[in-house]
């Protein structure tokens, strides 16, 4: 610039100093178009990067420093019909780290080992196969007051992240029913499985600018909304579902039996409002449980229903009119011929009469009565009772039942079937069927959800479910095969049933012990199936109403206090309690059964006292 | 004369509207902040909620109930010869 301004004052000052001429204004103009060129281009350049291709950089630079990151959102929660918590989820930290930034640290490695609780050469060795990744779970879901103790010692590096944890407060008692999610919360069995998707949240999304450290600087914007996952409410209560457990545990420890399952189901709706099988294990542990524990056999595993049948057997019979109930039936000498084997009683029950058949549970009774009907018609009303078809619960892994369809028949099949050998049927579809007869023929499918009703299904004539229903109520009244699972105070009508487990072929000497069975009579409302598996028969014996018929009769009997089920035999009990009375002061026994329909008070202190 | 006037409407107008983009912009990120802070506000009451419910479970677990009642208070259940019926 100085020299140019010189040449420019030399020019002008002296224009005779006798130097070459040069051509001012050219270099002048070459020098201004140059840089005009040069910043030209870097307009547009900039240009270029700003307007035109500024996708890149963009890019590059966001990268740097913006960042979708997930919301996590929690699994809705799991609740009794009384909306009691089931299953919950609570948050827990996972501690995450970036290898490329741990490992510039290697000091550091140890310290963070130690906090981790994990040896330090293992940490090395996860940190050192990861280093070209961002990323890798140091320890997943732990409890947050320790995720900030370990984070509290600022290791570059290292973050948290909340996930979400299922607690399951039922432990055991419902842990077939529930199921149990993964390490990232999907359902894996159960109704955690089956309603995953219900339960399931939908994570959202959301543009934030971190730091170098990967800290949070600044929320940008939101790129979806988290949707949390819905609650559910089940069928389930809380109070009989324990119960229930509690009873089927009781009955196992007390007949040395190796699984047992029971259902209850509500009878006017379909509902399950209990369901345990045993053996079982802890959800909140299930790691350490063993594989055979985790099916909820009372769904998936299938049992002959034994003698549980025969209410099905005469019902057709009823149904098809070959037969009455006061029908004689000769079962005389208490055996039949059964191709290669016999059918056989307990004991010669004699003349029995189509009542008497299910009193006594005489298998020759009910197979004369299968019998006299047409394989065709017995094999279709059968049918219809469900067996051979799933539920339609809806549960994962609902076994359908086994019921061979007349064409594979050969010779006796249907005899033997007629007193429940020869087709097999879960536990939920046992009580399925008693609840049927008690609901005046309707079959309703069972369901899990509280308040879902699913259409009812008219298998048989009222009228014949109710001749049924006043058939099994005399087998738990004396006499009958059950006079365990009876109840004071309500008109309980039910069957058991022995079945030989089949094994190779044939049948072992292992039983399989069942009593099915609906309470109250005059207006059912609770239909049960207990199965118990392999009792030893040297401590409770092996039949149906001794090993499975107190069970019913426990859990029954708390359900219709729970459920505030109104007495519909309030005879026997005045009749049973006056006795008592006699019993203890026999000279006034009258007096003091009179006395107390008008002091009931007195009475009722005076029981309380003792 | 027209056309400069109209022009001049235009420019303001770019101007006016820019700078109801910046306010706009800098109005939605307040607002997002907020929200963020209220939903986790929203979070931490909510995993408190289940926590407590949780804990609430734990405690009035059946089988605990049972126990307790059994053992510390010495409760039972009445046998049926403790219950009177009473007729109507």
Same mark, same amino acid.
């Given at each position: 610039?100085?020299?140019r301004a010189t040449g420019k004052a030399g020019k002008s000052g002296k224009p005779s100093r006798g130097r070459a001429q040069f051509n001012l204004r050219g270099r002048l103009?070459?020098?201004?178009?140059?840089?005009?060129?040069?910043?030209?281009?870097?307009?547009?350049?900039?240009? #270029?990067?700003?307007?035109?291709?500024? #996708?890149?950089?963009?890019?590059?630079? +966001?990268?740097?420093?913006?960042?979708?990151?997930?919301?996590?959102?929690?699994?809705?929660?799991?609740?009794?019909?009384?909306?009691?918590?089931?299953?919950?989820?609570?948050?827990?930290?996972?501690?995450?780290?970036?290898?490329?930034?741990?490992?510039?640290?290697?000091?550091?490695?140890?310290?963070?080992?130690?906090?981790?609780?994990?040896?330090?050469?293992?940490?090395?060795?996860?940190?050192?196969?990861?280093?070209?990744?961002?990323?890798?779970?140091?320890?997943?879901?732990?409890?947050?007051?320790?995720?900030?103790?370990?984070?509290?010692? #600022?290791?570059?590096?290292?973050?948290?992240?909340?996930?979400?944890?299922?607690?399951?407060?039922?432990?055991?008692?419902?842990?077939?029913?529930?199921?149990?999610?993964?390490?990232?919360?999907?359902?894996? $069995?159960?109704?955690?499985?089956?309603?995953? +998707?219900?339960?399931?949240?939908? &994570? /959202?999304?959301?543009?934030?600018? !971190?730091?170098?450290?990967?800290?949070?600087?600044?929320?940008?914007?939101?790129?979806?909304?988290?949707?949390?996952?819905?609650?559910?409410?089940?069928?389930?209560?809380?109070?009989?579902?324990?119960?229930?457990?509690?009873?089927?545990?009781?009955?196992?420890?007390?007949?040395?039996?190796?699984?047992?399952?029971?259902?209850?189901?509500?009878?006017?709706?379909?509902?399950?409002?209990?369901?345990?099988?045993? &053996?079982?294990?802890? =959800?909140?542990?299930?790691?350490?449980?063993?594989?055979?524990?985790?099916?909820?056999?009372?769904?998936?595993?299938?049992?002959? =229903?034994?003698?549980?049948?025969?209410?099905?057997?005469?019902?057709?019979?009823?149904?098809?009119?070959?037969?009455?109930?006061?029908?004689?039936?000769?079962?005389?000498?208490?055996?039949? &011929?059964?191709?290669?084997?016999?059918? @056989?009683? *307990?004991?010669?029950? /004699?003349?029995?009469?189509?009542?008497?058949?299910?009193?006594?549970?005489?298998?020759?009774?009910?197979?004369?009565?299968?019998?006299?009907?047409?394989?065709?018609?017995?094999?279709?009303?059968?049918?219809?009772?469900?067996?051979?078809?799933?539920?339609g619960s809806g549960f994962p892994g609902e076994s359908a039942g086994v019921l061979p369809p007349p064409d594979s028949w050969y010779g006796t099949t249907k005899q033997t079937?007629?007193?429940?050998?020869?087709?097999?049927?879960?536990?939920?579809?046992?009580?399925?069927?008693?609840?049927?007869?008690?609901? +005046?023929?309707?079959?309703?499918?069972?369901?899990?959800?509280?308040?879902?009703?699913?259409? &009812?299904?008219?298998?048989?004539?009222?009228?014949?479910?109710?001749?049924?229903?006043?058939?099994?109520?005399?087998? @738990?009244?004396?006499?009958?095969?059950?006079?365990?699972?009876?109840?004071?105070?309500?008109?309980?009508?039910?069957? *058991?049933?022995?079945?030989?487990?089949?094994?190779?072929?044939?049948?072992?000497?292992?039983?399989?012990?069942?009593?099915?069975? %609906?309470?109250?009579?005059?207006?059912?409302?609770?239909?049960?199936?207990?199965?118990?598996?392999?009792?030893?028969?040297?401590?409770?014996?092996?039949?149906?109403?001794? %090993?499975?018929?107190?069970?019913?009769?426990?859990?029954?009997?708390?359900?219709?206090?729970?459920?505030?089920?109104? =007495?519909?035999?309030? $005879?026997?009990?005045?009749?049973?309690?006056?006795?008592?009375?006699?019993?203890?002061?026999?000279?006034?026994?009258?007096?003091?059964?009179?006395?107390?329909?008008?002091?009931?008070?007195?009475?009722?202190?005076?029981?309380?006292?003792? | 004369?027209?056309?400069?006037?109209?022009?001049?409407?235009?420019?303001?107008?770019?101007?006016?509207?820019?700078?109801?983009?910046?306010?706009?912009?800098? $109005?939605? !990120?307040?607002?997002?902040?907020?929200?963020? !802070?209220?939903?986790?506000?929203?979070? $931490?009451?909510?995993?408190?909620?289940?926590?407590?419910?949780?804990?609430?479970?734990?405690?009035?677990?059946?089988?605990?109930?049972?126990?307790?009642? !059994? *053992?510390?208070?010495?409760?039972?259940?009445?046998?049926?010869?403790?219950?009177? %019926?009473?007729?109507?």
């Open positions: 610039m100085i020299g103009g070459l020098v201004v178009g140059t840089l005009g060129l040069c910043s030209l281009a870097l307009v547009g350049r900039a240009v #270029d990067l700003q307007l035109i291709d500024n #996708d890149f950089y963009r890019q590059q630079g +966001d990268a740097r420093f913006l960042r979708e990151i997930p919301i996590p959102t929690s699994r809705g929660m799991i609740t009794d019909r009384n909306g009691e918590p089931l299953a919950v989820s609570s948050p827990v930290e996972s501690i995450w780290g970036n290898p490329q930034e741990l490992l510039k640290n290697p000091g550091r490695l140890p310290e963070l080992a130690k906090a981790l609780g994990i040896p330090a050469e293992q940490l090395t060795r996860k940190l050192g196969q990861r280093s070209d990744k961002e990323f890798v779970y140091l320890k997943r879901r732990i409890n947050p007051d320790e995720a900030k103790a370990i984070l509290a010692r #600022d290791i570059p590096g290292v973050a948290s992240q909340r996930e979400f944890r299922r607690f399951y407060p039922q432990g055991e008692a419902l842990a077939h029913v529930l199921g149990f999610t993964n390490i990232d919360d999907r359902g894996q $069995e159960g109704v955690e499985l089956a309603f995953d +998707d219900w339960l399931r949240g939908k &994570p /959202g999304a959301k543009k934030v600018i !971190r730091d170098r450290r990967g800290r949070i600087v600044e929320n940008v914007d939101l790129v979806r909304a988290a949707e949390p996952g819905r609650d559910l409410t089940l069928s389930i209560d809380r109070r009989i579902q324990y119960l229930t457990y509690r009873e089927l545990k009781r009955a196992l420890l007390e007949t040395g039996a190796s699984s047992a399952s029971a259902v209850v189901l509500d009878i006017a709706t379909g509902e399950v409002l209990a369901m345990a099988n045993l &053996p079982s294990y802890n =959800p909140n542990a299930v790691d350490g449980s063993h594989r055979d524990a985790h099916r909820n056999r009372a769904v998936t595993d299938v049992v002959e =229903p034994g003698s549980t049948m025969k209410p099905v057997t005469i019902a057709a019979g009823l149904a098809a009119g070959v037969v009455t109930p006061d029908t004689l039936i000769n079962t005389n000498p208490g055996w039949m &011929p059964n191709g290669r084997y016999r059918t @056989t009683d *307990t004991h010669n029950h /004699g003349v029995l009469t189509v009542t008497g058949v299910i009193t006594k549970s005489s298998n020759v009774g009910a197979a004369k009565i299968a019998n006299m009907l047409p394989d065709r018609q017995f094999y279709e009303f059968v049918h219809r009772f469900g067996y051979g078809s799933a539920p079937m007629a007193y429940g050998y020869g087709l097999s049927a879960t536990p939920l579809q046992i009580a399925e069927v008693y609840a049927a007869l008690a609901n +005046d023929g309707r079959m309703l499918a069972p369901t899990f959800v509280k308040g879902q009703r699913n259409e &009812p299904r008219q298998v048989l004539d009222p009228a014949i479910a109710h001749e049924v229903m006043k058939m099994m109520q005399t087998v @738990t009244e004396p006499g009958g095969t059950a006079t365990t699972a009876a109840i004071l105070g309500y008109h309980v009508a039910g069957k *058991t049933g022995t079945a030989r487990m089949a094994s190779g072929g044939s049948y072992s000497r292992r039983y399989v012990s069942l009593f099915a069975g %609906v309470v109250p009579v005059d207006n059912p409302r609770f239909s049960m199936a207990v199965v118990v598996s392999e009792p030893d028969p040297s401590r409770r014996g092996y039949y149906g109403g001794s %090993v499975s018929g107190p069970v019913f009769h426990n859990v029954m009997q708390g359900a219709l206090r729970l459920m505030d089920v109104p =007495p519909d035999d309030i $005879e026997t009990w005045l009749a049973a309690q006056a006795k008592e009375e006699a019993k203890r002061k026999p000279p006034v026994a009258i007096a003091a059964a009179q006395a107390q329909a008008q002091a009931p008070s007195q009475v009722a202190v005076q029981g309380a006292v003792r | 004369m027209s056309a400069r006037v109209l022009l001049m409407v235009l420019v303001a107008a770019n101007v006016l509207s820019a700078i109801a983009v910046v306010f706009a912009r800098h $109005e939605h !990120r307040q607002s997002f902040i907020a929200l963020t !802070r209220l939903e986790r506000a929203r979070d $931490e009451l909510n995993i408190e909620f289940g926590r407590l419910q949780l804990e609430q479970a734990t405690w009035a677990e059946s089988n605990r109930i049972d126990q307790v009642a !059994r *053992t510390r208070l010495g409760m039972k259940f009445p046998e049926t010869s403790d219950i009177v %019926v009473v007729q109507p």
